[in-house]
């Protein structure tokens, strides 16, 4: 059987990618003030990958990294999420796409009013079949996960930066989605809360076989990667730098 390596990892041709993009195209504004942001945007990433996308700022990353996780909707192309076609998707459809997903953000978007474990619990509300004991088992399984057993009642308040995304960090994987968005999570971080934060996805991501993609500009933690992708002025420049070469 042919097959094609990436990195340090080898994937069947007949594997299915979780992301599938094809030929997108994406634009702001309208009429005169019309501007395109996304040229002709080609990638595919497989199950288990650990994807970094880097670039300068504004060259689109995080545009298409909102198109991905059904925050837009695309408008040229196709792109398929766990082989759903979220082109010409309604607002119900991308909305079921998204609870497919974890996401992690740059600033961890914890609500403030809810505790470390009310915050993890409130990613599993979005699944009718877990019931309440089941989602305070779940949740709480998950901050141990994440080194945090003893901070489950903390408010974010009373928890430093590096403890507030690890709390993202749980609660985007508390679901065990198939694929986890990341948008800058180390960007507020001191160097070692980096390192720990991203070591962590890194570990649970590949205990629990999901697919992380990453965007990013901190050049510490490119190691992680099985891939790094990079994207300058809309256009994906080059999406096959592994690791290792």
């Known amino acids: 059987m042919q097959t094609l390596t990436l990195s340090n990892q080898t994937h069947c041709l007949e594997d299915q990618p979780v992301i ?3 030929n997108l195209n994406h634009y702001f504004g309208q009429g005169s003030l019309k501007k395109q942001a996304l040229f002709d945007i080609s990638l595919d990433i497989y199950p288990g990958e650990i994807v970094l996308m880097t670039g300068p700022s504004g060259s689109g990353k995080t545009t298409l990294l909102t198109l991905i ?3 837009r909707s695309p408008q040229e192309g196709s792109l398929q999420l766990l082989n759903q076609e979220l082109l010409g998707a309604n607002q119900e459809q991308l909305i079921q796409a ?12 914890l609500l403030k009013s809810l505790t470390a474990l009310q915050n993890v619990q409130m990613s599993l509300q979005l699944h009718a079949n877990i019931s309440p004991t089941e989602r305070y088992e ?3 399984q998950m901050l141990e996960a994440v080194g945090l057993g003893d901070r ?3 408010y974010p308040t009373g ?3 590096g403890q ?6 749980a609660r985007a994987l508390v679901s065990h989605p198939r694929v986890v968005l990341a948008d800058e999570p180390t960007a507020a971080l001191d160097s070692k809360s980096g390192r720990d934060v991203v070591n962590l996805m890194q570990k649970l991501a590949k205990e629990q076989g999901c697919t992380i993609l990453m965007v990013t500009h901190d050049n ?3 190691d992680v990667a099985d891939r790094i992708i990079y994207m300058e002025d809309g256009v994906l420049v080059s999406n096959d730098k592994g690791k290792n070469e």
């Open 138 to 140: 779940r949740a709480t």
């Open 164 to 169: 507030k995304q690890r709390v993202a960090i």
């Open 159 to 161: 928890l430093s930066g």
């Open 69 to 71: 996780c059904g925050l």
């Open 220 to 222: 510490r933690i490119l």
């Open 152 to 154: 489950i009642h903390y």
């Open 98 to 109: 998204r609870r497919k997903i974890g996401y992690i953000f740059q600033a961890h978007n």
């Open 20 to 22: 599938s993009v094809r």
